[in-house]
């Protein structure tokens, strides 16, 4: 019955097993929205980057003769209140503002999804994880981002002069204090996944649980993982904001989205642009991220890939 | 097969799995599910022994506690002569390649995130050194003889029918050349005609490749079909092993025969004559198992002896051996109290055989 024909079918010749990601590719292609934000998050990311080498001026220089200008070739996003222009600000400050939120979330991701998994697979660090996790949610954290700026400001930035110190110091502040909705989701995800029969035929083949947890955890625990990356590069744009409004960030004419977006709320009768501009740039950049974790989330599943 | 190369190639003695019940706030052990009592049996060379019994009797747990997927609680289990009742993973994991298990569910048993060559190449990756080249070769011929079409080796888990999966199961168990598979309930979740085609997978494969099966299932018609003895389990202890033909024709345990007389019989004829034998109660509560004889609340021919002392499984004189006072009381009227060797003599096997692993 299930005896061997001779090359069963030649003409069906075996491929080889192909790259998985070619597959996501694929599948991350025919996801329209995704497509449609990895488009406006990657012009986002060239506005920034390269931006600044095309358009010239300098975000600190002040101009005050030029002062609150609005929309015009000069300045296409106009001037602020001490005549710097707006357009090369959005620029530099959309550098810093990406650099923060990205490396915030990647830092508050692997935070959490480390102590997620090791508390949920090892069930005798269970306890002093979840409890220190709950600790954490239970401080509260502005008071605390407060404390932290105040502590390690002066000591980061003669260390690593000014503008790298406080760029640690507010990455490491956010990406400590945002890990814990990831880690409780991931332990969630990891407890009943232990208890999935694949992973005692994993057991049964004696595979070791560092490549457990690498084979057959971490890949199946990834769309929640993938959710609270996208919605978490948002929350430390906006913290970053909170923090530098509070005078507590970058210095006052160091320039972020969110400085921009705090100093245009005095003049928002005046000019309405100063806080739509920042607005609309951490909004698309929300947006598109979120759309590009959907289409990823998607294109990593094998069930639904390929429908 | 050969009657003069019975050589047990598993033995297990007195296996006892307990799980802890906790209550309280404290989560204090308050008792333990003994859903393995003291279990003893061998397993020959290249025979399959049916493990038979109703849902919840530890039938499951028994195969996985012999491969050692679970800290046992007491008792021995030697694989081809080397102890590994109380190994650690890590040494564990150098014997993994000789045991290997072909699960219930298949679709649960597979990772849904891995083709089906990252499936079957698994045990290979952990335990075989081989090029990418000769590892792909390798997953091809397993494929092969399993009867699955080599154009497959990209897919996932879901693109495949149910007996499709269990075939992928039964690759993945074969990959390290195994000599001993304990198969469980490999055929419960597939439908009838699937069955057969699985079933019939097993036994070429064991012809081919000379496996042993612990082949645990609760149909008895398919354990009638591919096993050469068969063992009963009733609340985590073994009631009566014997040889197939000897156990489906004279059943000699009550609870054995309540079982096969639950068996349709083909032949309406016989099926006209059949007469069930209806057992009375529900099955006690792993947790509290009665005093006495395990079955006595529900057997049909209980006696004041049965209550008060355990039988134990001792050879009967039809051959086989049997849990029951009722063939004990008449065969060895001594037999009970002495407590002599429990399972069948048999040659002190100390040697360690290698066995062929590549």
């Known amino acids: 019955m299930t005896e061997l024909a001779p090359a069963p079918s030649a003409a069906v010749a075996a491929r080889a097993p192909r790259s998985q990601w070619r597959d996501v590719w694929d599948q991350f292609r025919t996801h329209r929205g995704a497509l449609f934000g990895l488009l406006v998050f990657g012009a986002i990311v060239l506005f920034t980057v390269i931006g600044p080498s095309l358009w010239t001026l300098d975000p600190k220089f002040i101009a005050i003769r030029a002062r609150d200008l609005g929309m015009g070739a000069d300045h296409p996003f106009g001037t602020d209140q001490l005549g710097r222009d707006i357009f090369a600000r959005m620029m530099a400050g959309g550098r810093v503002s990406l650099a923060v939120g990205l490396t915030a979330m990647t830092l508050s991701i692997c935070l959490g999804t480390l102590i997620g998994v090791v508390a949920g697979y090892f069930r005798r660090l269970e306890g002093p994880l979840m409890r220190l996790t709950d600790l954490f949610l239970a401080l509260p954290l502005l008071p605390l981002l407060l404390v932290m700026v105040m502590l390690f400001r002066e000591s980061l930035a003669r260390r690593f002069g000014p503008e790298t110190g406080i760029f640690l110091l507010i990455v490491v502040a956010i990406g400590i204090t945002s890990w814990m909705q990831t880690a409780r989701i991931v332990r969630g995800e990891v407890l009943a996944l232990k208890e999935r029969e694949f992973v005692l035929a994993a057991r049964s083949i004696g595979t070791p649980p560092r490549r457990m947890i690498l084979r057959h955890i971490l890949p199946n625990v990834l769309s929640p993982i993938l959710v609270s990356a996208t919605l978490g590069i948002a929350t430390a744009i906006i913290t970053e904001s909170a923090l530098s409004f509070l005078g507590l960030g970058f210095p006052p004419d160091f320039p972020t989205w969110g400085r921009l977006l705090f100093d245009g709320v005095d003049y928002l009768q005046q000019d309405p642009e100063r806080v739509i501009w920042p607005g609309v740039f951490i909004s698309l950049t929300v947006l598109s991220v979120n759309f590009i974790g959907d289409g990823l989330r998607d294109a990593l599943d094998p069930r639904i890939r390929g429908r | ?358």
């Open chain 2, 1 to 358: 097969m050969a009657e003069a190369a019975r050589r047990p190639l598993v033995e297990v003695r007195g296996l006892r799995m307990y799980f802890p019940i906790t209550a309280g706030l404290f989560r204090r052990k308050v008792g333990d599910v003994k859903a393995v009592d003291d279990v003893s049996l061998d397993i020959f060379e290249g025979e399959t022994l049916g493990l038979v019994g109703e849902s919840g009797c530890g039938k499951s747990t028994c195969g996985r506690a012999i491969l050692r997927l679970y800290d046992i609680t007491a008792g021995s289990i030697r694989l081809d002569g080397v102890e590994i009742g109380h190994l650690g993973q890590a040494e564990l994991r150098r014997l993994r390649p000789r045991m290997q298990m072909v699960f219930q569910d298949p679709q649960a048993s597979l990772n849904p995130r891995m083709t089906l060559a990252g499936i079957i190449g698994e045990p290979l990756v952990e335990h075989a050194r081989m090029t990418p080249a000769g590892r792909l070769e390798r997953i091809y011929a397993l494929m092969d003889a399993v009867g699955l079409n080599r154009a497959f080796a990209n897919r996932y888990p879901h693109e495949f029918s149910g007996g499709q999966r269990q075939r992928i199961g039964i690759a993945r168990a074969l990959a390290l050349n195994p000599g001993f598979i304990v198969c469980d309930e490999p055929i419960a979740a597939l439908d009838v005609s699937i069955q057969a085609q699985v079933v019939n997978l097993l036994e070429e494969l064991q012809a081919r490749f000379g496996l042993t099966y612990l082949f645990i299932s609760h149909d008895l018609s398919m354990v009638r079909h591919i096993a050469t003895r068969v063992a009963v389990m009733y609340l985590g202890g073994i009631v009566e092993i014997a040889d197939r033909d000897m156990l489906y024709s004279a059943p000699l345990h009550p609870y054995t025969q309540a079982l096969l007389s639950a068996v349709p019989e083909p032949d309406p004829e016989g099926e006209s004559r059949r007469r069930r034998i209806i057992l009375v109660g529900d099955v006690p509560s792993p947790a509290r198992p009665p005093a006495g004889c395990r079955f006595s609340t529900r057997c049909p021919r209980v006696m004041d002896i049965c209550r008060r002392q355990a039988p134990e499984l001792l050879p009967a004189a039809a051959g086989g051996m049997v849990a029951c006072h009722l063939h004990t009381l008449q065969d060895q009227p001594t037999a009970g109290r002495t407590g002599g060797p429990r399972a069948a003599p048999r040659e002190p096997s100390g040697q360690i055989q290698q066995g062929e692993l590549r």
